[in-house]
């Protein structure tokens, strides 16, 4: 059943979208944590072992702990904005937990998990939102872009980066993250017009959150978003989002066609956002809490937990060392954030130009200039 | 020494650049077998392939973000935008990620990126086909503006372009692709590329131009030393960054300022320039800096542009303005002309 609405106001609920998660999907564990046998699905998983599941649960466990302390350190604030992840868990962790470290990650602005499991540092992790640096890491050493706030601009990146791979003859593959509103903008469509036509090894990773800021999925789009890859001659596989397995098995399937000179593959990762767009905003002036709840119910924490638990694995022990790992990062993320020297004013100038730039050298003289006026004040 | 015409001299530096550097590539709609709309990669693709020689899709944000992604995997890309009025697609990757990406990274991410862009008028096109764009672009801080005006500066600049490690605009006066001139294929390229040429030498005026006016500044030059006027021609060849310790050491010579472009008045480089040189030199100004461009309009059908576009006679308007003698301008310029 569709609402009836105006032209002027067409805003519909997720619920009644074609996007919602009642159309078919990919699923491994159900919501109350039972594992659900795919024919299809289960070959890309069949090493996942116990002991493997819960390094995935602590993962999840981590990254939600670093989510909680950046929301905490903005609304103290030592951040000036943060993105919140919380219950985008085991898409981030799915996903990332696929890739080879010779892979290159394009990601959005809330991939902080991913970026924490790339091997980012959490100093560096913060770095962006504290406004200390435009970006936080050396892209290279990491094998992952800076964060991109420019919706959907990083899914051509990839692509390119792509075709670059394509010429080095090499098996390596490129995974972009965006989410559902980056699916609206004319670079996610250009990105897969050229991934497909170059057949280049790129896996565009959509993380359906059901919301862009204040607007449902539906408005983005009227039928699931993972239908719309196949139109540009990709392969698309929509999943449980909140099904870490279900993300891992899509994600390895989609490198495994990448590596092979198979080319793109487009994931739909049905999640939800469980906070904020950013710390900036109020999802109570635009969703109800009906929602939230039902969505609280597929919880991908909880969930594994259940699956962890009854496959006797989940005992108190466990439950501590994921808990004490998770706090131990969350001390160090904020020892490194309030321990953060500000950048030095010459670094405002720093890094525009590879090479001398007249007009800018003649600012930074003047601006220095200026500044030194000012030396022995702070010591009155 | 070899005779080429400016596109040819294009082509050439392509093809050198491309010969020393695995890594450059070159990307763009029409690129390949047809050699692009003006034939300026004609040839490359059958000698270098079209892996290095790449026809893309029909979507210009496309080029551009892809070329981003080749960058970051060590890739040099040569990126053709088919006219100018074409670029605005692009303008997000440009200015959002192909500009920030090395400042933002603090320099770990280098976008050695040359962006060629036909661009101007005078060839009688339709709309979109014919403008001048390049203020944008000099506003944006992290890319460098060039613009040749002759095959030798054409020849030698698309190179040095390319090595570069910051991107580079790269705009073709296109309405000049066919002139010929003497191109030195054995002169070895030297950074920095940001420094502007005195043409001819004169002392009572200086008139800067770039592009596809800077013949016609020349020619203006023949005819006001007619009239016992001399004028000192200067052609950029940079505009982000311009090079104004050439421009000032004209002024403080001649005393008199004449900018002519293309582009739209309001906003565009002759304000830049008329400020930065009344900034550097005012005391040596004998009067107020003179702007001949093109009108604040959307660029005219083809029937019209010939009032658009600066010609001899409104430069030597210019020129006459600059000098306190009667001109259309005169007032206007001095200020006693109501606004």
């Known amino acids: 059943m569709r609402i009836q609405v105006s032209l002027h106001t067409p805003v519909r609920h997720p619920e009644n979208s074609g996007s919602s998660p009642i159309d078919p999907y990919v699923q491994l564990v159900s919501p109350d944590g039972v594992r659900t046998p ?35 350190l903005q609304r103290q604030g030592e951040l000036g904005l943060w993105p919140p992840l919380l219950g985008q868990e085991a898409a981030q962790i799915g996903s990332v937990r696929s890739l080879r470290s010779s892979d290159f990650v394009f ?40 964060t991109q706030v420019i919706i959907g601009a990083q899914a051509l990146h990839a692509a390119g980066y792509a075709m670059g791979i394509t010429r080095d003859g090499t098996d390596d593959a490129v995974i972009s993250y965006f989410g559902d509103g980056a699916t609206s903008q004319g670079d996610v469509s250009e990105a897969m017009v050229f991934a497909a036509s170059f057949n280049s090894p790129v896996v565009f990773f959509c993380s359906n959150n059901q919301w862009a800021i204040s607007e449902p999925v539906a408005l983005q789009a009227q039928v699931p978003i993972a239908n719309r890859a196949p139109g540009f001659g990709i392969p698309s596989i929509r999943v449980d989002g909140n099904d870490v397995l279900a993300v891992m098995a899509a994600t390895r399937e989609a490198l495994d066609r990448a590596r092979s000179g198979n080319g793109p593959t487009f994931i739909e990762a049905v999640t939800y956002r ?14 109800d809490s009906a929602e939230l709840d039902q969505w609280r119910r597929k919880d991908p924490l909880s969930r594994l937990q259940a699956l962890l638990a009854s496959m006797g694995l989940f005992s108190d022990e466990f439950a501590a060392e994921a808990g004490r790992r998770a706090d131990d990062v969350a001390a160090e993320l ?22 001398p730039h007249s007009w800018l050298d003649r600012q930074q003289e003047q601006y220095s200039r200026y500044l030194s006026g000012f030396a022995g004040e702070e010591n009155r | 020494m070899t005779s080429m015409t400016f596109g040819r001299a294009i082509n050439a530096g392509l093809r050198r650049a491309m010969e020393q550097d695995p890594r ?14 003006f034939r300026i990669t004609d040839g490359l693709q059958k000698d270098f392939g079209p892996l290095r020689v790449v026809d893309t899709p029909l979507a210009e944000s496309g080029i551009m973000g892809t070329a981003v992604g080749l960058a970051f995997r060590g890739y040099r890309p040569v990126v053709e935008i088919q006219f100018d009025g074409f670029i605005y697609p692009a ?13 933002r990274t603090r320099g770990a991410v280098k976008l050695p990126l040359t962006i060629r862009v036909p661009f101007g008028g005078g060839i009688g096109s339709p709309e979109h086909h014919s403008e001048s764009p390049e203020a944008y672009f000099t506003h944006t801080s992290g890319l460098r503006v060039i613009s040749v005006s002759n095959p030798q500066d054409a020849y030698t600049m698309i190179q040095q372009a390319i090595a570069s490690d910051d991107p580079v605009l790269y705009f073709e006066p296109k309405r000049r692709y066919h002139v010929k001139g003497e191109v030195d294929e054995a002169a070895a390229p030297q950074l920095p590329m940001g420094t502007a040429r005195v043409l001819n030498e004169g002392s009572d005026v200086t008139l800067v131009a770039y592009g596809p006016l800077v013949p016609t500044a020349r020619d203006a030059a023949v005819a006001a030393s007619d009239e016992g006027v001399s004028v000192e021609v200067i052609d950029l060849r940079s505009l982000a960054p311009i090079d104004f310790a050439t421009v000032e050491a004209s002024v403080r010579k001649t005393g008199r300022l004449v900018i002519t472009h293309e582009a739209a008045q309001s906003g565009g480089l002759g304000a830049e320039i008329a400020a930065s040189i009344t900034e550097r030199c005012f005391d040596y100004l004998e009067h107020a800096p003179v702007r001949v461009t093109g009108f604040d309009i959307p660029y005219p059908a083809s029937r019209l542009e010939s009032h658009h576009l600066p010609d001899l006679d409104r430069i030597l308007d210019g020129v006459d303005c600059a000098m306190d003698r009667p001109s259309s301008l005169a007032g206007v310029v001095s200020g006693s002309a109501a606004s």
């Open chain 1, 38 to 72: 795919d024919p299809l699905y289960d070959r890309w998983i069949e090493d996942i072992d116990g002991a493997r599941l819960q390094e995935l649960y602590i993962d999840m466990a981590v990254i939600r702990r670093i989510d909680t302390e950046a929301t905490a």
């Open chain 1, 107 to 146: 990601p959005s602005y809330r991939e902080n998990g991913v970026a924490y499991c790339r091997g980012v540092k959490v100093r560096d992790l913060m770095r962006v939102w504290r406004g200390n640096a435009g970006a936080g890491w050396d892209p290279y050493q990491v094998n992952m872009a800076p």
């Open chain 1, 274 to 287: 469980m906070g904020p767009h950013t710390t900036a905003d109020d999802p109570t002036r635009y969703r």
């Open chain 1, 334 to 355: 904020r020892a490194a954030c309030l321990g953060m020297p500000d950048p030095l004013p010459a670094d405002v100038f720093a890094h525009v130009y590879s090479e």
């Open chain 2, 24 to 37: 450059v590539l070159i990307m763009g709609e029409d690129v390949g077998k047809l050699g692009g709309v």
């Open chain 2, 91 to 103: 303008f997000d990757q440009i200015v959002s990620q192909v500009a920030k990406m090395h400042y």
